[in-house]
């Protein structure tokens, strides 16, 4: 079982940052592919990054390369998005998500077997 808590969302102005959080619980996180995803409303849950195991291979999505970067601490079972230059169209509830069965990146929702409640995000322009 693992358990999953974001923090760290808010309002901001395009152009700031933000640093999202999410503490995990449970004997597996080190071994777990880890992902941030986002959905907006009225919009499907879509992949932002993910990050392997290890730490050492990671996936960003198009939109936000260059401007997120995800990043973990195994030993303080956490992982972490941070979020620059942020966009109006960046505004949605980011939710951080564990693949138990998989070690390196995976973008699709599906291979995600425990979810976050969520953080919301607001970028006003």
């Known amino acids: 079982q693992v358990q999953l808590v974001e923090s760290g969302g808010g309002w901001v102005q395009a152009g700031d940052s933000l640093s999202l959080s999410c503490a995990a619980s449970?004997?597996?996180?080190?071994?777990?592919?880890m992902g941030w995803f986002r959905q907006g409303p009225g919009e499907e849950r879509e992949s932002v990054a993910t990050i392997s195991w290890h730490a050492k291979s990671t996936y960003y999505a198009d939109f936000v390369k260059g401007r997120f970067t995800i990043s973990r601490d195994n030993a303080k079972n956490t992982v972490y998005l941070q979020m620059n230059s942020l966009k109006p169209e960046d505004t949605a509830v980011y939710y951080c998500?564990?693949?138990?069965?998989?070690?390196?990146?995976?973008?699709?929702?599906?291979?995600?077997?425990?979810w976050g409640q969520g953080t919301q995000v607001t970028v006003s322009s």
């Open positions: 449970g004997r597996f996180f080190g071994n777990n592919a």
């Open positions: 998500a564990a693949a138990t069965r998989f070690g390196n990146p995976t973008s699709r929702t599906i291979d995600y077997d425990y």
